[in-house]
């Protein structure tokens, strides 16, 4: 060992065996004895009983027992509703092929000069003339 690691080695307090601290509990066993990762309780949905990683996904569930009314996400065409986005745009794909999406018409909107709605076909001057 070089000088640099000695000096290192001797700064470095040794480490401390604390198992042996642990506190028991009146049945014997050590606190730190359960499983490595006990399973916290996981949410639930009280509709269903279905369990969910997070509260999140939980959240996201719950959608499915709202009256189609209350559902979301809606189709700009036709009017149906859905639970989640995924099945909203499975719809679209499906029933509405080569309608344009609310993103597209988003960026339609926008890249659409404003006040050309007034003009009339025979306002337009054609370049070609």
């Known amino acids: 060992m070089n000088q640099q690691a000695v000096e290192t080695a001797k700064a470095t307090p040794p480490l401390v ?4 601290e ?6 014997g066993q050590r606190e730190d004895s359960g499983a490595p ?12 009983g279905k369990k969910y990683a997070n509260a999140r996904m939980l959240d996201f569930h719950k959608n499915t027992h709202l009256k189609y009314a209350e559902r979301p996400y809606g189709c700009e065409t036709c009017g149906r509703r859905y639970a989640y986005p995924s099945h909203l745009a499975r719809h679209r794909r499906r029933k509405h092929v080569g309608a344009p999406t609310q993103r597209q018409r988003q960026v339609d909107i926008r890249t659409q000069p404003a006040g050309d709605d007034d003009l009339k076909d025979e306002e337009i001057e054609d370049p070609a003339e």
């Open 17 to 20: 065996d604390m198992t042996d």
């Open 22 to 27: 642990v506190e028991k509990r009146e049945d």
């Open 37 to 48: 990762n006990e399973a916290k309780p996981r949410p639930t949905c009280g509709e269903c």
